[in-house]
């Protein structure tokens, strides 16, 4: 089941870790979130972010070497996943991720982890977009086209064109 695509325009850092408070603040619990773009295009800086907005302080490890990075927040735990180093997704069974009934799965790279990955239900798309980025949400369950659209509500810049 899919939804509408909704996009924006993110002009710089700020805007994009504000997109990230207003995906926090309407998030659903759980909730499975595929982050993906290029090199450079802003996965980790939305997903920083959006653990920032959860309440997450200390450092806030990019999971690049270490492949996932677990943090505590209101009602569970945050997965953040990079999976780009992955060479094979049974490299995926060391993670101990199986039993893992996380709040919120933040994955960057997903395509590298295959059917080895719980069902997304948002797709978040960055791309570079001069000096800013593009973001499209891409709903993939009913729980996302849900949320999409209480993003869309909450976003004050509307839809980019």
């Known amino acids: ?3 509408a695509h909704m996009g924006w325009m993110l002009a ?6 504000a997109f ?4 926090a603040a309407t998030a ?15 996965k980790s800086t939305l ?16 999971p690049t070497y270490t492949l996932v990075e677990r943090y505590p927040v209101a009602g569970g735990e945050a ?17 101990g991720l199986d039993d893992v009934s996380a709040t919120l799965w ?11 990955l719980p ?19 891409e709903p993939v369950s009913a729980t996302g086209r849900d949320w999409s659209s209480r993003v869309a509500s909450r976003w004050e810049l509307g839809p980019a064109s």
């Open 28 to 42: 659903p619990a759980p909730a499975v979130v595929h982050l993906v773009g290029d090199l450079g295009a802003g």
């Open 1 to 3: 089941m899919t939804g």
């Open 119 to 137: 069902r997304a239900d948002l797709r978040i798309v960055l791309e570079q977009a001069g000096h800013g980025r593009r973001v499209t949400l």
């Open 106 to 116: 933040l994955i960057e790279w997903p395509e590298r982890g295959a059917q080895a």
């Open 79 to 95: 997965l953040h996943l990079d999976l780009y180093r992955i060479g094979d997704v049974g490299e995926l069974e060391f993670l």
């Open 47 to 62: 997903a920083r972010g959006w653990l920032r907005a959860l309440g997450v302080t200390g450092t806030v490890r990019s």
């Open 20 to 23: 990230a408070q207003a995906l």
């Open 12 to 17: 710089d850092e700020a805007a994009t870790i």
